[in-house]
């Protein structure tokens, strides 16, 4: 069981203010590994499904306790991956999603929430920009590759 704590004011920067290294723009032609589809498809066709995206965390939500644990964010955007995007990686993959998205350039903390949802700390990185981390996440061979736990916990930056 988890707790929400409250919030803080932090608002996505926007472009040129972010520290993002890509835009969505810069992504949407990759293609993707997808086990589940005919054919690879691009980035731009999972966001087109509808079954991937990401949105700024509702400020109650950005910091958390797991049962009396200590408290664990801040957390800035939650991703959300359903069911055209189980195919993109193994889940107990050697590398689990959540590390691949750890490993992305201005993401600090990465917590797999549930089957469907990972809630990521990037307080410098716009939607965009998330966007692109997400992509780059995806396009990892390694969440490919079974043989690893499974993910699931929480993974900060260099952890």
């Not at 920067?13 to 589940?36: F, K, T």
């Not at 054919?39 to 990401?54: C, H, I, K, R």
């Not at 800035?76 to 189980?86: F, K, N, P, T």
Request: charge should be negative; charged fraction near 25%; include cysteine.
């Amino acid at each position: 069981m988890s707790v929400f704590g409250k919030g803080d004011d932090w608002k996505p920067p926007q472009r040129p203010d972010c520290a993002c290294r890509e835009h969505e723009e810069d992504v949407l032609g990759l293609v993707i590994p997808n086990a589940d589809w005919d054919a690879d498809p691009t980035f731009a066709e999972l966001l087109g499904t509808g079954s991937l995206g990401v949105s700024a965390i509702d400020a109650s939500e950005r910091f958390m306790t797991v049962l009396d644990g200590p408290s664990l964010g801040p957390f800035h955007w939650v991703m959300w991956a359903a069911d055209e995007i189980y195919g993109c990686y193994e889940d107990d993959a050697v590398v689990s999603v959540d590390r691949a998205l750890a490993e992305q350039a201005g993401v600090e903390l990465v917590e797999w929430y549930d089957r469907e949802e990972f809630r990521i700390g990037a307080a410098g990185l716009c939607r965009s920009g998330m966007l692109a981390v997400v992509a780059r996440a995806l396009q990892d061979p390694r969440i490919r590759v079974a043989g690893g736990d499974g993910g699931g916990a929480v993974v900060q930056d260099g952890a």
